[in-house]
């Protein structure tokens, strides 16, 4: 009789070994038998769960969501203006071990989304969803005099996204140039270059 199957412990064991392939290789590394080989099982076990690498790349996404999210929820009820946009920006920043591999994962993916229009798709909406974040802070803190009034709300919120990212890229090609720290001050010089 063969043995009784927990799908859910099952999965749960294939994100943990599809994170472990990620933080090791990043996207270009990930393969079914990659990940086979990371969980000590065969090629044919994953084919029950995923049919083509496009499917494994999809439940990759997701493991990435998954250890991305709680990073951003702790920063979703921090204060509002200014003092929240710095908060939910360094959140993206390189400030440690789970931050400097979430974010070489995040950088890996870039190459494959730009191969394949409709994971371009994903990531472009996957940014608006983060300027969306960010909107009402910069409104919020353009009424209360934090940002200079006549600052165009898009340009702002623009600035403020590709210098974090930009930050991010530096960090992982440069740690010891742009420690976490460094990083902050950037960031500050560009908050008091907006005000």
Do not use: N
């Amino acid at each position: 009789m063969p043995a009784t199957v927990d799908h859910d412990v099952r999965r749960r064991e294939v994100a943990e070994a599809v994170w472990r392939v990620l933080a090791d290789t990043g996207f270009a590394g990930l393969s079914l038998r990659a990940v086979a080989r990371e969980m000590g099982a065969t090629t044919g076990l994953l084919t029950h769960y995923f049919a083509s690498k496009r499917e494994l790349v999809g439940h990759a996404l997701e493991v990435v969501h998954d250890r991305t999210a709680p990073r951003m929820q702790e920063v979703e009820t921090a204060d509002r203006g200014v003092a929240g946009l710095r908060v939910r920006l360094r959140a993206v920043l390189v400030d440690g071990e789970e931050a400097t591999v979430l974010s070489k994962v995040w950088v890996g993916f870039w190459d494959l989304a730009l191969a394949d229009a409709e994971l371009g798709l994903a990531e472009a909406a996957r940014y608006e969803r983060w300027r969306d974040r960010l909107r009402p802070l910069v409104d919020e803190a353009i009424a209360a005099g934090e940002l200079a009034a006549d600052r165009d709300r898009e340009t702002v919120v623009d600035l403020l996204t590709a210098c974090t990212h930009g930050l991010v890229v530096q960090a992982l090609f440069d740690p010891e140039r742009f420690p976490a720290t460094r990083q902050y001050a950037v960031l500050e010089e560009l908050l008091t270059a907006l005000s």
